[in-house]
């Protein structure tokens, strides 16, 4: 069983448009988080959410709307999509979300490659 | 050898040979740090950690050191394989104020393990 999971796993679109990419997270984690990672190999955090609330906010285009429905959960949805959107975006889960003394370990999921055109 | 710049730093070893990989980081009031492998096509794997009242810390075929002094991180792999050729990645964090969580990842080390 995959413990972290995305969908799509490649998204090419065009320029304008909105696309949302999946993820869920099967090991029982309360913080699930997103990054993006541009060709350079470069890994930003975006988003966390803990237990459906949002704890960290990234300088990040308002077009970007993470949305968790529960804590398995966590969506990204991009409105007005554009050409610097191209990259990797990967979705991870940790147990907690890191309180003094007991950070937790984060878990990847496979990634979505987004390409637009 | 190593490369820097525009290109991520390379490492390129024998199979059998020993690997460190080495990281520079920012933060002095960070107090928790990992080591990563992302292969190609995948998502970053957790490999080590370690916290920051230690200085090393063993897994099976890896050690991680930390030099806070000059705020140094190595990743050391024994007996390299070919499975290990990937990029490899530190990131840092600390539990204060409302960072907790927030990982930052440093630039990434291409490993190349020849046969």
């Known amino acids: 069983d995959t413990a972290v999971s995305q969908t799509p796993k490649y998204l090419v679109t065009q320029m304008g448009n909105d696309k949302s990419i999946k993820c869920e997270q099967n090991l029982g984690h309360d913080t699930m988080y997103w990054y993006k990672q541009d060709s350079k190999k470069f890994l930003k955090i975006m988003f966390s959410?803990?237990?459906?609330?949002?704890?960290i906010n990234e300088t990040v285009p308002n077009r970007f709307s993470p949305k968790s429905p529960d804590k398995a959960h966590l969506n990204l949805h991009i409105n007005s999509l554009e050409l610097g959107d191209s990259a990797v975006y990967f979705c991870?889960?940790?147990?907690?979300?890191?309180?003094?003394?007991?950070?937790?370990?984060?878990?990847f999921g496979p990634g979505t490659r987004l390409l637009v055109l | 050898g190593e490369s820097v710049g525009l290109h991520l730093p390379t490492l390129s070893v024998q199979e059998g040979d020993n690997s460190i990989i080495n990281c520079a980081y920012s933060n002095s009031a960070s107090d928790y740090f990992i080591w990563y492998k992302q292969e190609s096509g995948k998502g970053p794997q957790f490999i080590i950690d370690?916290?920051?009242?230690?200085d090393k810390r063993q897994g099976q075929r890896v050690t991680v050191l930390l030099n806070k002094t000059v705020k140094h991180l190595s990743l050391q792999i024994a007996a390299t394989q070919p499975g290990d050729s990937a990029v490899y990645f530190c990131?840092?964090?600390?539990?204060?104020?409302?960072?907790?969580?927030?990982?930052?990842f440093g630039q990434g080390t291409i490993l190349t393990v020849h046969p």
């Open positions: 959410y803990n237990n459906k609330e949002l704890i």
């Open positions: 370690i916290r920051s009242n230690m």
């Open positions: 991870a889960s940790s147990q907690d979300k890191g309180l003094a003394g007991a950070q937790e370990t984060q878990y």
């Open positions: 990131a840092e964090t600390y539990a204060g104020g409302t960072s907790y969580g927030k990982l930052t």
